[in-house]
């Protein structure tokens, strides 16, 4: 099946700064999404992007799915952004749905 | 608009014994989709529902089963449990049948003893 890596694993941030989280996936995808875990376990979806780029506020994402990657830029860091964020597609032969694969997910944790 | 809502929020059982978890979608969504999560092997898809029929399954043992109502509210049950199967469930909905945004409820988290 379709494998996604996430990078970094860990991140630490002082509030107030900028960061870039990556995706590499490995085949060809039809849906591509980021989610934000917090610490209670509750998955809020960022953004749902299989190809181009989406802002929404603070934070904004780009998918290049010829090359196979997508990443998410957090600006202006604040506590509220800690917990796990993931990266989770279908692959573009599954057969539609939402059979989603989930990345190992970046801890990321904003300090004061 | 009400969220995904997932019932129990918490869940204590035993080796051997079954369980059933309930997920109710946004109002007017009709697929709902299940997922494992736990330390070892992150999130994992289980199944999903459409109007009542199974679309995807994923690669677990047949002792997972799941249906879907009327409604479109489903559950997702778990036979004979082993102390492996302690994760927290995550109950999923989305409009239609693929390819757009999903919404994910608090999830159940069961233990097993």
Redesign the interface.
Known sequence: GIQVEQSPPDLILQEGANSTLRCNFSDSVNNLQWFHQNPWGQLINLFYIPSGTKQNGRLSATTVATERYSLLYISSSQTTDSGVYFCAVEGFFTGGGNKLTFGTGTQLKVEL | KAGVTQTPRYLIKTRGQQVTLSCSPISGHR?V?W?QQTPGQ????LF?Y?SETQ??K?NFPGRFSGRQFSNSRSEMNVSTLELGDSA?Y?C?S?PR????????G??T?LSVL
Do not use: D, I, T, V
């Not at chain 2, 992150?42 to 898809?45: A, H, K, N, R, V």
């Not at chain 2, 049948?97 to 994910?104: A, R, S």
């Open positions: 697929s989709s997922y992150g999130l994992q898809f999903e459409f679309r995807n994923g927290l995550l999923a989305s049948q693929g390819n757009e945004k999903l919404f994910f608090s999830g988290q």
